[in-house]
T-cell receptor, first 114, second 114 residues
């Protein structure tokens, strides 16, 4: 059973470009969490999604950031018009159940904005 | 809001030394507590957990006891190995309704020298 897959592993964008980060959860998991890790910081919760639904996006900036988890395909975290402060590692985690802290993390996408 | 404070690193030890990484938390109610480990270039892996006061989580020689009176969950290992070199994150889960997001500390880098 493959683990959580994220791609790309490294992404370089110039200021003003768009960044798309993909997360394929473990087989059978329908719950996805996105976290952001800024330099010298711990992971911060961004958004929690179930298939076709955003359950909690309280940790996501109101502008430029969006997330989706369609019925088919990976979850996507989209950052429009990136700025240098968006440079970070973005981790997704999948869970088999709504009522559980059992989360399996992907290797992360390291976004660098130049 | 909920928060986790863990001892700042980096921590450098010799092989077979005793390890303690301190972690304290602030939370309402009765959170679940976790230690995650992140090896270079990889995602976070759950190391151990405790879900109620006085529970002891253990795995791979690591232990941590959930102390409600001191709001602490310190990580210990009696004899570290070079392969334990990694970043260790303390985290708590305090579900608010349907979101089982995790709140992380900043992480502690451990380097074990032969």
């Amino acid at each position: 059973n493959a683990g959580v897959m994220q791609n790309p592993r490294h992404l370089v964008r110039r200021r003003g470009q768009e960044a798309r980060l993909r997360c394929s959860p473990m087989k059978g998991h329908s719950h996805v969490y996105w976290y952001r890790q800024l330099p010298e910081e711990g992971l911060k919760f961004m958004v929690y999604l179930q298939k076709e639904n955003i359950i909690d996006e309280s940790g996501m900036p109101k502008e430029r950031f969006s997330a989706e988890f369609p019925k088919e395909g990976p979850s996507i975290l989209r950052i429009q018009q990136v700025v240098r402060g968006d440079s970070a590692a973005y981790f997704c985690a999948s869970s088999p159940s709504q009522s559980s802290y059992e989360q399996y993390f992907g290797p992360g996408t390291r976004l660098t904005v130049t | 809001g909920d928060s986790v404070t863990q001892m700042e690193g980096p921590v450098t030890l010799s092989e077979e030394a005793f390890l303690t990484i301190n972690c304290t938390y602030t939370a309402t109610g009765y959170p679940s507590l976790f230690w995650y480990v992140q090896y270079p270039g990889e995602g976070l892996q759950l190391l151990l957990k405790a879900t109620k006061a006085d529970d002891k989580g253990s795995n791979k020689g690591f232990e941590a006891t959930y102390r409600k009176e001191t709001t602490s969950f310190h990580l210990e290992k009696g004899s570290v190995q070079v392969s334990d070199s990694a970043v260790y994150f303390c985290a708590l889960g305090n579900s608010g309704g349907s979101n089982y997001k995790l709140t992380f500390g900043k992480g502690t880098l451990l380097t074990v020298n032969p």
